[in-house]
């Protein structure tokens, strides 16, 4: 999608699968299988939808999938699939790592930051070069001092010599014009969003807060949320506003419907769009 200067659209690092028991808590299989069908270990396939957002000579990433940096028994677990990565897909839509300019990191798990490093030879080196990466200093202190639980959400690897490109945040801060990152909560503590503003069009990128359109509804959150109450009162304050305004929302993990507008807050309907 092309508006006011800027360039909007979506790149991939493929898909992964996650116990769906897992990413829909206390909702019951019967109800979240309607939208998600699982294989017979419980998992269900999930997507890695990275927001591209380009406005003249800045270049935003809105995370970065599962990368390249796992062992074979990570593989096994997370059983990773893909045609091409996302620096392939990338550069297949004309974006080079050296034109990345900003990476916007909703949180430090080990699916939202897996091409933030990548390895030269043997050695792990920023991925994209010439880019600052932004996240909030509550998410970069979780990735330094996690505990027993938190602990198996990080691959340390994607944070290797990348500690002077970080640019860490305190609350919501505006990066670019029209740019906003808002941080939620809910997820994990320093769990942040995208707002993206252009024209009369608001846009937002919801990481983890709503990994995908089946998770629409409050009461839908993950086993995987630290702070699930913050998640449920976060959710309802958001999606009233993007359905008063008829924000475009994105849905990160959704390989189906990566992008949405809400019809009805009552019955949190959707209409799947296309940018």
């Given at each position: 999608m092309k508006i006011d200067g800027?360039?909007?659209?979506?790149?991939?690092?493929?898909?992964?699968?996650?116990?769906?028991?897992?990413?829909?808590?206390?909702v019951p299989?019967?109800?979240?299988?309607?939208?998600?069908?699982?294989?017979?270990?419980?998992?269900?396939?999930?997507?890695?939808?990275?927001?591209?957002?380009?406005?003249?000579?800045?270049?935003?990433?809105?995370?970065?999938?599962?990368?390249?940096?796992?062992?074979?028994r990570l593989e096994?677990?997370?059983?990773?699939?893909?045609?091409?990565?996302?620096?392939?897909?990338?550069?297949?839509k004309g974006v080079e790592r050296s034109d990345v300019t900003h990476v916007f990191i909703t949180h430090g798990h080990?699916?939202?930051?897996?091409?933030?490093?990548?390895?030269?030879?043997?050695?792990?080196?920023?991925?994209?070069?010439?880019?600052?990466?932004?996240?909030?200093?509550?998410?970069?202190?979780e990735i330094k001092e996690p505990n027993q639980k938190?602990?198996?959400?990080?691959n340390y690897l994607n944070f290797e010599n990348l500690e002077d490109r970080l640019e860490l945040l305190n609350g919501d801060e505006e990066i670019l014009p029209g740019i906003q990152l808002i941080k939620s909560g809910g997820h994990t503590k320093g769990h942040q969003m995208v707002l993206l503003r252009v024209g009369n069009k608001t846009f937002i990128y919801f990481g983890d807060l709503i990994p995908t359109s089946a998770h629409i509804k409050p009461a839908y959150v993950m086993a995987y949320d630290l702070y699930p109450m913050d998640t449920f009162t976060k959710k309802i304050e958001i999606l009233e506003k993007a359905f008063e305004e008829q924000w475009t929302l994105f849905f990160e993990h959704d390989p189906v419907t990566p992008t949405a507008q809400l019809t009805d807050v009552e019955s949190y309907s959707l209409k799947r769009v296309t940018i």
């Open positions: 800027f360039e909007l659209f979506l790149a991939s690092d493929g898909t992964f699968k996650l116990d769906g028991g897992a990413m829909f808590g206390i299989k019967p109800v979240w299988e309607k939208y998600f069908k699982s294989d017979e270990k419980n998992k269900i396939t999930l997507g890695t939808n990275v927001l591209v957002i380009r406005n003249g000579k800045n270049v935003a990433l809105v995370d970065l999938g599962m990368g390249n940096k796992f062992d074979k096994e677990i997370y059983e990773i699939k893909r045609s091409k990565n996302l620096l392939q897909d990338l550069s297949d080990l699916d939202h930051t897996g091409w933030a490093t990548s390895y030269n030879h043997e050695k792990i080196e920023p991925s994209f070069p010439n880019a600052k990466y932004y996240m909030q200093a509550d998410t970069w202190k938190t602990k198996p959400n990080y």
